[in-house]
C-alpha cells in the first residue's frame, strides 16, 4: 500500500500538471522570433562543440557544460517543474537551494552524456513556433552512429530567450528529471532539505 506522502502527491499531481502546463502559453513572445530562437540555439550549439573539442577533463568539461547551462537555460522554471507539486510545500529558501542544487546536478549528468559526442558535432536543422515558444531541433552527427535528434524548446518568460526543455532521442528531460526527484523524495519520505543534500552530491 502506498504511503500517506506518495498518494497525497499523486492526487496533487493531476490538479497541478495542468495549471503548470497552461501558464507557460502566456509567455511574451515581442522579443522571441523564430529567427532569435534559431540563432540563440545556434549559438548553444556553437558553445557545446566547442566544449566537446577542447580535450579537456571530464571534470573541467562538466564546469564549462554548467556555465552554459546557466547562459542559456531558464534553470528556475526547468527547477520548479522539476520539483512538481512539492514546490508548493517548499519555502523561499528550500526552491532557491534546490534550484542552486538542480543546476549543478543536470549540468553534471547532461555534461556527460555530451561528453560522448567527443568527435561529433550537433547541426541545428529547423525551428518551428509551437504554444509554448519554439521548438529548435539539432541533429547529433557521432562517428560510427547513425545521426539522431537533439530537441530544444526555447520562450522568453524570463525576459530573455532561453531553453527551457531539451529532448535527447526524444527522451523529454523535465519529465525524466521530474520523475527521477520525485523517486528521490519518496525515499526520503517527502524532506525536502534531505533530497536536496544528496542532489548535491550526485552534481
Known sequence: MPSNFKFRRLLLTSAMVAPLVASLP???FAALTKATASELVNRLVGDINKVIASGKSEPAMVRDFEKLFIKYADVPIMA????G????????????SF???F???ISSKYGRRFREFIGGSLEVKSTRKIKTGFEVKSIALLKGQAPFEVT???????GKGKFYNMFIEGVNMLLTERTEIGAMLDRRGGNIDKMIADLKKIA
Open 80 to 83: 520548479r517543474y522539476a520539483l
Open 85 to 96: 507539486v512539492d514546490g508548493r510545500r517548499a519555502s523561499k529558501g528550500q526552491m532557491r
Open 152 to 158: 530544444f524548446l526555447v520562450s522568453d518568460k524570463s
Open 26 to 28: 502566456s509567455l511574451a
Open 99 to 101: 534550484t542552486k542544487a
Open 103 to 105: 543546476q549543478g546536478y
